[in-house]
Structures are given as structure tokens and as C-alpha cells.
């Protein structure tokens, strides 16, 4: 049974840095996918960044530049930092993971099997 529980959101002023977790160790650890991902009342859930057991990057255009993913295999557990923080990047974020590697589709939520809980990040 794979659970992920995001952690590492809270209230911060713009400009500042957070530094999103989610586990990974319940996911199939030869191949698998974990993008994150943002969602505000009203509107779509955004794909923000990916990254595969490949170490496949992907990013929006909105985050590029101030946003880092990463993987830590050793700590079985993926990251998302955000620097530079703005007040357009308050919203819940969800960590969403499937099998396999392949990032083309990774914006689509269908694309994912797995998906945590959500932290809220909220930029003032």
C-alpha cells in the first residue's frame, strides 16, 4: 500500500525559501516517477517540476530557475525546494507518484497512480 504524505509547507513572506518532502520508499524503487504539483481554490491542479528514478528533470516555465527537484535514494524520499518565493506561488502542493520513468505526459493527473494529502505553502 503506498502512502505519501507531503511535509514541509507553512506561511513564509516573499522572497523566502521552503523546502517540500515526500516519502518514496513505498513506491516501486527499480522505476517510478514523482512530480509535484499546486493546486489554489477554483483552479486546475498545475504541474510544477518531475523527476524519474533516472534523474529525468522536468519544470514549469513559472518555477524554472527558482524551484529545485530532487530524489534522494538513500533517504527514500523526493524534494521540492523553492526559493524565491511569490505570492503567486501560494496554493496546496501534492506530491503524485506512478511506475515506470517516461516524463512526456507529466502535467497530466492522470498520469499518476499515487497521490499525497497536500501542504499548504503560503507566500504573503
Known amino acids: 500500500h503506498v502512502q505519501l504524505v507531503e511535509s514541509g509547507g507553512g506561511s513564509v513572506q516573499t522572497g523566502q525559501s521552503l523546502t517540500l518532502s515526500c516519502p518514496t520508499s513505498d513506491l516501486p524503487q527499480y522505476a517510478f516517477c514523482v512530480a509535484w504539483f499546486r493546486q489554489v481554490p477554483g483552479k486546475e491542479r498545475e504541474g510544477v517540476a518531475a523527476?524519474?528514478?533516472?534523474?529525468?528533470?522536468r519544470y514549469s516555465d513559472s518555477v524554472k530557475g527558482r524551484f529545485t527537484v530532487s530524489l534522494d535514494k538513500r533517504k527514500n524520499a523526493a524534494y521540492l525546494q523553492m526559493t524565491n518565493l511569490k505570492s503567486e506561488d501560494t496554493a496546496m502542493y501534492y506530491c503524485a507518484a506512478r511506475e515506470g520513468w517516461n516524463l512526456v505526459a507529466w502535467k497530466n493527473t492522470d498520469e499518476y497512480e499515487w497521490w499525497g494529502q497536500g501542504t499548504q505553502v503560503t507566500v504573503s
Open positions: 523527476i524519474d528514478t533516472d534523474d529525468l528533470i
